[in-house]
Each structure stands twice: as C-alpha cells, then as structure tokens.
C-alpha cells in the first residue's frame, strides 16, 4: 500500500525558511509537492521527474522554492526560501502521475494518484 508522510513544517516569520520533507513507500518516477489554503483549491507548487529530476514550479515560488529527490530514500524535499505570507497553506505531497505530459497537467492536482496527509505551513508578516 503506498504510503506518502510529509513531515517539516511549522511557523515562521515572512523571510524565513523551511525545509519540507516527504517519504515514500517506494520510489516514483513523478512526485509533487501542492498547497492547498482555507477556501482555495488546491494548486500545484513544484513537480519532479524522471531520471534527470526535471523541475517544474508554480511561477508564485519561482527563485524561492527548490524540488528535489532523493531515490535511495525514497524522499522528495521542498527547500522553501524567501517565505510570504501568502506562502500560508497545507502542503502535500503526491506521487504517481496519470495524465499526458504537459506542464499544465504536471501541476494539476487530478494528474496525481496518491497523495499524504499534509503538513501545515503558516508564515506571519
């Protein structure tokens, strides 16, 4: 049974830092990491693929975020830099991508099977 756990979360001031971190169950070729806000939809914010760790980002945390992988642990890591206060929201963690390969699907919440529990991230002003 696939089993995603995020883990790394917290409270900071805007400017700040955090380092999120998502171990799997196994390795995959597709991970992803999403933010959901209070009263928003979920959206994507940074995708990794294949061998090579291809990156793609939400232009929101362009230059601020950074995706990365580790296959020998199962682990995908979101460094976050440079934190707003729009950066509020639960972040999760998916894995296994189902759709054809486009950048709009590879940040679309409904190209991913399987999916953590979420790790809340919460920046003051």
């Known amino acids: 049974q696939t089993q995603l756990v995020e883990s790394g979360g917290g409270s900071v001031q805007a400017g700040g830092s955090l380092r999120l971190t998502c171990t799997a169950s196994?390795?995959?070729?597709?991970m992803a990491w999403y933010r959901q806000a209070p009263g928003k939809e979920r959206a994507g914010v940074a995708t990794?693929?294949?061998?090579?760790?291809?990156?793609y980002y939400a232009d929101s945390v362009k230059g601020r975020f950074t995706i990365s992988k580790d296959n020998a642990k199962n682990t995908l890591y979101l460094q976050m830099s440079g934190l707003k206060p729009e950066d509020t929201a639960m972040y999760y963690c998916?894995?296994?991508?189902?759709?054809?390969?486009?950048?709009?699907?590879?940040?679309?919440?409904?190209?991913?099977?399987?999916w953590g529990q979420g790790t809340q991230v919460t920046v003051s002003s």
């Open positions: 990794i693929r294949g061998e090579s760790s291809t990156t």
């Open positions: 998916a894995a296994n991508f189902k759709c054809g390969l486009s950048i709009t699907n590879l940040l679309k919440p409904t190209c991913f099977n399987y």
């Open positions: 196994e390795n995959y070729y597709s």
